[in-house]
């Protein structure tokens, strides 16, 4: 037998062709994603595979997830990617760049009209009209409003953040109080009085507006005072900022009497310790939140539950608070969609849904759970505020119409700017942006 | 009579016929393809995730590519909007104050550092280890780590200099405070890399140099100045560009500590680019954006080259 001996040269040469190869290979178009068309093409018998992203959850959803909810579901295998808030919008992004995304993912309060803009959200309607006793009709109307874009439904509610005002009995005990505000004049009255001081140091915050960090801080609770004065974000067309209307200015200029002229609060507010509020640190005698005090309070510090309470949204013009709504979306590039709604109503059910929001101590979008045994008496009082719940516009570059907006605020709130000034600067930033698009 | 003949033909060479089959053969069979197949696969990596994506970049600045809707050539709007829009000219400005807060202080710290380390004092590879630590950390951590530091209420550096009757500071928060507050983190982060490499030129000087500075009088300090720092000047170069180049780039610091405010004190260009591409899906600003930094980085590089190369 004529053997021949492999040379150095000889097998680095083969090295390279064989890596050249294969690099090749990986650049080459896929040829179809094999999962789907082999689902597509098989007997309905064969099990399905269906991709979700999750965004919201703790540890314990993640166990009632894969230990109670998904194994009941046998018509599909279920791979999640667990991710987090910090990086979901590049991922989503690059995923739909790539043609490569899950079937069912989550988004957050702004997402919907993004998703419905970029044609990367199904159109539920067809769903929802054939989808039997699920009960579209259970989840709030606010929540369904929300979800729906140039009237069709882009997504399903899975969970909603509306904040109210939390106080500390001891404290307003403390200052001759033994009733929460309901509305502006009382609340300032109330804030005054428990701001603690020592010497021109703020000790005690009579009422934590906002903290440090993140850019959104002073603009979200912003959002309730501008709701509380009847005021608008942008016009009903969404091609106009109203924020220097009246009631917007209004609102500034509430804020600014606090923060500026009270000094309720120092500018940027308290800090967490940790992981505690500062109203359940005591630091603060009042604060706009959700269910995130209690959360927290059960968890480090039980022995403030007793002195914390929460109440229904005040009032000025009307009786109102923001809500925050996110959302399943369906992938537009989902090559099972009718399993992927199958696989939504299942997890949206009101047995699922319980467990779901149970979990992570979430509010749930179903009217049907108000009265769900996980939620507690201050939970309940945070669900009945969402009879007064206004969401955000539906404009899709929100996000970006924010970010002028959270820099003028940030120079009103530190006495740079006048509210009016703000506002009006504020509107013309805005109004550039919205020109652009127009 | 002479007869004068004609030199004779001179012999030819008879040069045995290649065929263009067995050229092939031969080259394939060569050094040099072997050289061009191996070159072959770095090249190609580097073709497609280095060079395709810069002159992407520069065909994208033309347009308004937002990923879902179809391209369109927009011209130097892109360009006018970087440099009519308030929010970019802060970027770059922040973007320059940043570097040149940062590197020359880094710079000349890392060198007093690697000059002490270069001693022969007791503990020197602890010191070295503990300067170089930084460097090893993940930004994350780091980013954690100066939050608490800097934490207004119940951070170390707020108590110490309560002791002395300093009043509480917000260093992320004050619009005054936050771009230097993040230039004390790069350089601490960046110092001992810096140090490593200035220690390995220290001890590459000549011990004559310092010999004929001690015999001409010079004291310790006035060697290191005099005689060891113009003798760095190539690597001084080298830490000042890549240095330079770095703080450009940096993105984690800002993305974890703060998001380009308090009033837009800390919102650089790269951040400005993140935002302009994934908050806002403005690819096409995004990308006259990133073109202006690059322009930005060569002109800083030339200008330090200007400045710190060696005399002919």
Same mark, same amino acid.
């Given at each position: ?108 309060a702004v997402?919907?009209p ?28 606010a929540?369904?409003e929300d ?13 909603f953040d509306i904040r109210s005002l ?15 505000p309901t509305n502006w004049e009382e609340l300032r009255?109330?804030a ?15 009422l934590h507006y906002s903290?440090?960090?993140g850019w959104q801080n002073d603009l979200q609770p912003y959002m309730y005072f501008m709701e509380m004065a009847d005021g608008t974000f942008l016009s009903d067309d969404l091609s106009t900022c109203t924020l220097d209307s009246d009631p917007c200015i209004e609102a500034m200029e509430y804020i600014h009497q606090l923060i500026v002229?009270?000094?309720v609060q120092?500018y940027?507010g ?16 009042m604060t706009f939140s959700s ?21 229904l949204p005040l009032s000025h013009h009307v009786q109102a608070t923001h809500v925050w709504i ?59 505020s969402t009879n007064f719940a206004r969401p955000y516009p539906k404009h899709?570059r929100l996000i970006e119409l924010f970010r002028p907006f959270a820099q003028e605020l940030e120079l009103c709130l530190?006495?740079?700017k006048s509210p009016a000034e703000t506002m009006t600067a504020t509107c013309e930033a805005i109004n550039?942006?919205l020109?652009?698009?127009? | ?30 050094? #040099? ?18 060079? %395709? ?9 033309? #347009?308004? *590519? ?8 927009? !011209? ?23 570097? +040149? ?23 020197? =590879? ?5 300067? *170089? ?63 490593? +490499? ?21 004291? !310790?300090?006035?060697?290191?100045? %005099?005689? =060891? ?5 190539? =690597? ?6 890549? *240095?330079?180049?770095? +703080? ?25 680019? *993140? ?8 690819? !096409? ?14 002109? +800083?590089? %030339? ?10």
């Open positions: 037998m004529n053997s021949k001996k492999l040379s150095r040269r000889d097998f680095l040469r083969m090295s390279g062709v064989a890596t050249a190869g294969s690099i090749l290979a990986a650049c080459a178009p896929a040829g179809g994603n094999s999962a789907s068309s082999s689902a597509d093409d098989a007997p309905s018998s064969e099990p399905v595979e269906l991709s979700l992203s999750i965004v919201d959850f703790v540890d314990n959803t993640k166990e009632v997830l894969e230990s109670e909810i998904f194994p009941g579901y046998e018509d599909a295998t279920i791979t999640v990617n667990y991710t987090a808030w910090n990086r979901y919008n590049e991922e989503m992004t690059t995923a739909f760049a790539g043609g490569v995304t899950p079937d069912l993912f989550q988004g957050g997402w919907a993004q998703m419905a803009k970029r044609g990367w959200s199904l159109a539920l309607d067809d769903y929802i009209a054939g989808s039997g006793d699920w009960g579209w009709d259970d989840w709030f109307p929540l369904q979800a729906t874009i140039d009237g069709k439904v882009v997504a399903i509610p899975y969970r939390w106080y500390r009995t001891d404290l307003l005990a403390d200052a001759g109080f033994d009733a929460p009255e109330i005054k009085a428990t701001t603690q001081r020592d010497g021109d140091k703020i000790t005690v915050e009579g903290g440090p960090g002229e009270d000094q120092p940027p308290f800090e967490n310790q940790g992981d505690l509020a500062p109203i359940v640190a005591g630091t603060a005698a269910t995130h005090p209690e959360r927290i309070a059960k968890q480090y510090a039980p022995d403030v539950l007793d002195n914390l309470q929460v109440t996110n959302k399943w979306f369906i992938s537009s590039l989902s090559k099972q969609p009718d399993q992927t709604w199958d696989l939504l109503t299942y997890m949206t059910s009101v047995e699922n849904q319980e467990k779901y929001s149970a979990s992570g101590q979430y509010q749930p979008p179903r009217q049907s759970l108000g009265d769900a045994e996980y939620l507690t008496e201050r939970a309940k009082i945070l669900f009945n899709w530190s006495g740079q550039a942006i020109a652009e698009d127009a | 009579m002479s007869t004068l003949t004609a030199d004779p033909k001179p012999q030819a060479t008879t040069i045995p016929q290649v065929s263009w089959q067995e050229k092939i053969r031969r080259w394939l069979g060569g050094e #040099t393809f072997t050289a061009y197949l191996f070159l072959a696969i770095p090249l190609f990596i580097l073709f497609f995730i280095k060079i %395709y994506p810069v002159f992407y970049n520069v065909f994208l600045s033309f #347009t308004n *590519y937002d990923l879902f809707s179809p391209i369109k050539f927009v !011209g130097l709007k892109n360009y006018q909007d970087v440099v009519s829009q308030d929010v970019n000219l802060k970027a770059i400005r922040n973007t320059l104050y940043f570097t +040149i807060g940062a590197v020359p202080l880094g710079t000349a710290l890392a060198l007093i550092v690697a000059g002490l380390l270069n001693q022969p004092i007791r503990g020197r =590879v602890i010191f070295r280890f503990l300067f *170089y630590l930084p460097v090893i950390t993940s930004v994350v951590v780091s980013a954690m780590i100066w939050q608490w530091i800097y934490s207004p209420q119940f951070g170390v550096l707020n108590y110490a200099l309560g002791l002395v009757g300093i009043p509480e500071q917000n260093w992320l928060s004050d619009p005054n405070l936050a771009l230097p507050s993040l230039v004390v983190i790069t350089i601490w982060g960046s110092l001992g890399g810096h140090m490593i +490499i200035f220690l390995a030129a220290l001890q590459d000087v000549p011990a004559e140099l310092h010999e004929a500075a001690a015999i001409d009088g010079a004291k !310790g300090w006035q060697t290191f100045l %005099y005689v =060891v720092v113009p003798f760095l000047r190539p =690597v001084i170069l080298f830490v000042v560009v890549t *240095y330079s180049i770095g +703080i450009f780039r940096n993105f984690g610091l800002i993305f974890l500590l703060t998001q380009g405010g308090p009033q837009l004190t800390t919102n650089t260009l790269v951040w400005e680019v *993140y935002q302009n591409a994934f908050g806002y899906l403005r690819f !096409g600003r995004a990308s006259a954006l990133a073109m202006v930094l690059l322009f930005t980085i060569f002109v +800083i590089t %030339y200008l330090n080259f200007r400045i710190l190369r060696e005399e002919d």
